[in-house]
């Protein structure tokens, strides 16, 4: 060791940055020997330094620490890790390996970089290898600039991914700046208009883009740094910078009144199983990081290859440090966790009733105004929607994307279904301290159709993805309009249109918070691809030539959710809306086609209801049209006649603007009944008495 070293100390974890210089620490319990590496470039064949680490002044307990004076931030380094390779007894050490601090603040990757390099035994990779990063966490001005805690009853949630948001040639952003955080902060106001009030980004946590089959991985759930933004979408190639303009997004998004949620993978890494890729946590010692069987090969609870050990003290505290940094130092509003139920399993993989990480993260004071949203189940059978432990937790719906798909396609037994989820899902959540907004209601997200594919294809066309066509969802509760695919038919397209509006109206008028799949708002296409994670390209991207080919659904959008959902207070209660048969003074009235009588039976495609407490200002009357032929429905009356004035401000059958239309420009409905058209929604309006 250098005389200039010191001997440094076992925390912070990580690289940590002073005006002295960087104290350096990392985790491994069965190694043998430890090296910090310092490199020049990226793309350099060897170190430029090497410190071998003394396990008498260097160590304390399983953590390896050395401080070194005069660091400058930017910096790049790694670790060699030394020990027993014997994978029988579940030990991987191999000090050929340059390994990724497993909490780096921002990690570069070279234009050699190859991940196959890190997979051989004995050979050495650090000429092709990501290389960590030396980040001053607190150099950064955030002007007064903090999380916005905007009430999930007041959210509207775009889930978008960052690069694929404004890869696209015809985004109007400038060249350099496409696929990037800053080039993201030029759309904003699209987003604005739009009345979204939260982003949720697709990962964007470090990943490798080369843990694909085929193709690269677009969408980013392969990560293998949970404290650094992806490099690929900087501007430059400066690792340095990236962080910075992550933290330009964020700010700029939170000054328009949006928040940023990440979609965050604790569950598994881009390193795969026993025979994979070791890029960092592998070679620290893998039974610390990992799930092992008895035969100490990796379990997969995930479909990945591993599955992080997330209720180990070493992984439960990584991963509680890394969602505290991501709030505290990098000003995220949220978090939506894929295959959350994986962090419900022991090491055994055996699902937990208390699981510690889970509770750590109800219960730590950092996050207390943190959204917390899981995706309730894993790849290994494990459905926990509305089962998810505690009290802060919301979840991803699945049930109601389902529920809604197939009702709105005229599938039998589906009325009572819908209802359900109408209601915020009391059949999954009532009787757990949760209010219904905690439902994060979809009716499609990346993973599966996009909105405008949901409607004109009945099968998935994967076959760009060469995997045969075997990816991807089987059951999509899709339906094609008659025709698979595009079509020049006219009635086919008005049909197809029709169902769109009714989708993203049925969202609207159900409690819950509602989220949008970017593009959807104005048909974004996959070509049927429902499962387009190797895709970067124009298939994946959004094409912005649509905002102007499909003005009519993107008005419609707009003016469903800035005059309409926003508008109405009964939209945004937040315990459950009680109905005629729990409350003397209701939230809903349910009805059929006639009022008062709701059919809910095995071959009702039609539903109605009212919403407004007696006495109310105002109420909203919306009747589903899910039949194939017009239905005549009643309209309600109050001491014998209509309550107030009913105003039909949404009609989905009808062309734009006439198919949403501000309340003060809506006329008067003269009848006591009103024809809807096949597959049809309206919704009526009224002062009230």
């Known amino acids: ?45 060897a170190p430029s330094q ?57 990690i570069a990757v070279g234009k050699n970089y190859d991940r196959h390099k890190a997979k051989q035994y004995g050979v050495e990779n650090a000429a092709y290898a990501m290389k960590s990063v030396v980040i001053n966490s607190q150099a950064y001005n955030w002007e007064g600039d903090k999380p916005l805690q905007i009430p999930y009853s007041k959210s509207i949630i775009y889930e978008l991914h960052v690069a694929g948001f404004t890869k696209n040639a015809n985004s109007g952003v400038s060249k350099n700046l496409r696929g990037t955080y800053l080039g993201l902060i030029e759309k904003i106001p699209y987003l604005k208009e739009l009345g979204i009030t939260a982003v949720e980004l697709l990962p964007v946590h470090q990943f490798d883009h080369q843990d694909a089959p085929n193709g690269v991985n677009y969408w980013g759930y392969s990560p293998i740094g949970f404290f650094s933004p992806h490099h690929a979408y900087g501007s430059t190639t400066d690792p340095v910078k990236t962080v910075q303009e992550f933290k330009d997004m964020v700010k700029a998004l939170h000054k328009a009144g949006i928040e940023v949620i990440l979609d965050v993978v604790y569950n598994h890494t881009s390193e795969g199983g026993i025979t994979g890729v070791t890029q960092c946590f592998k070679g620290y010692g893998p039974g610390a990081y990992y799930t092992l069987n008895h035969n100490n090969d990796f379990s997969d609870f995930t479909g990945c290859g591993n599955s992080l050990n997330a209720n180990h003290s070493i992984v439960r505290r990584m991963i509680m440090d890394s969602l505290n940094y991501w709030v505290s130092e990098m000003h995220i509003d949220g978090f939506r966790f894929d295959l959350a139920s994986v962090l419900s399993r022991d090491e055994n993989g055996i699902p937990l009733e208390n699981p510690p990480i889970l509770w750590e993260i109800e219960s730590e004071p950092i996050l207390a105004g943190t959204k917390v949203i899981a995706e ?12 998810f432990i505690g009290d802060k937790w919301s979840e991803w719906n699945g049930k109601y994307r389902d529920d809604v798909r197939r009702f709105m396609k005229s599938d039998k037994l589906m009325a009572g279904g ?111 691809n429902n499962n387009a994670y190797c895709q970067d390209n124009e298939i994946s991207w959004f094409d912005w030539d649509l905002v102007k080919e499909h003005d009519g659904l993107l008005r419609f959008v707009k003016t469903l959710i800035n ?83 009913w105003k039909k401000i949404i009609d989905t059958a009808e062309t734009s603007p006439k198919d949403i239309i501000p309340i003060k420009e809506a006329e008067i409905t003269k009848t006591n009944t009103i024809t809807l058209k096949d597959r049809s929604i309206v919704v009526l309006y009224s002062e009230g008495l």
């Open 418 to 528: 819908v209802v359900q989820k109408i209601l915020g899902s009391p059949d999954l959540f009532y009787g757990i301290n949760r209010d219904p907004n905690r439902s994060i209601n979809f009716v499609t997200c990346h993973d599966g159709f996009t909105l405008n594919d949901l409607v004109s294809y009945n099968e998935k066309h994967n076959e760009l993805n060469e995997e045969n066509n075997r990816d991807g969802m089987n059951e999509n509760f899709s339906w094609n309009c008659g025709v698979e695919g595009h079509s020049d038919d006219e009635n086919i397209d008005i049909l197809r249109l029709r169902q769109i509006k009714n989708f993203f109206t049925i969202l609207m008028v159900s409690q819950g918070t509602p989220m949008l799949l970017m593009g959807d708002e104005v048909r974004r296409t996959q070509n049927g």
């Open 563 to 645: 005059d309409f959902f926003k508008k109405f207070k009964i939209l945004h209660e937040d315990r459950f809306w009680e109905d005629a048969q729990r409350d003397k003074t209701p939230h809903i009235t349910w009805h059929g086609t006639q009022i008062g009588k709701p059919d809910w039976g095995e071959n009702s495609h039609s539903i109605a209801f009212t919403l407004g407490k007696p006495n109310a200002k105002e109420y909203l009357h919306v009747m589903v049209n899910a039949y194939w032929g017009d239905l005549d429905f009643e309209l309600p009356l109050f001491h014998k006649r209509p309550i107030g004035k």
């Open 376 to 387: 309730a189940w894993d790849a290994a059978g494990l459905y926990q929607v509305g089962s």
């Open 50 to 106: 090497v410190f071998r680490l003394d396990s008498k002044i260097n160590k304390t307990f399983y953590y390896w620490h050395i401080f070194i004076p005069g660091i400058k931030e930017g910096q790049l380094y790694g670790y060699r890790v030394y020990g027993n390779y014997s994978p029988e007894h579940g030990n991987l050490f191999d000090g050929s390996k340059l390994l990724l601090d497993p909490y780096a603040k921002s």
């Open 1 to 45: 060791m250098k005389s200039d070293t010191q001997p440094g100390k076992s925390f912070p974890l990580g690289a940590t940055y002073t005006s002295e210089g960087v104290n350096f620490c990392v985790f491994s319990k069965n190694c043998q020997a430890v090296e910090l590496l310092f490199f020049n470039n990226v793309d350099d064949t």
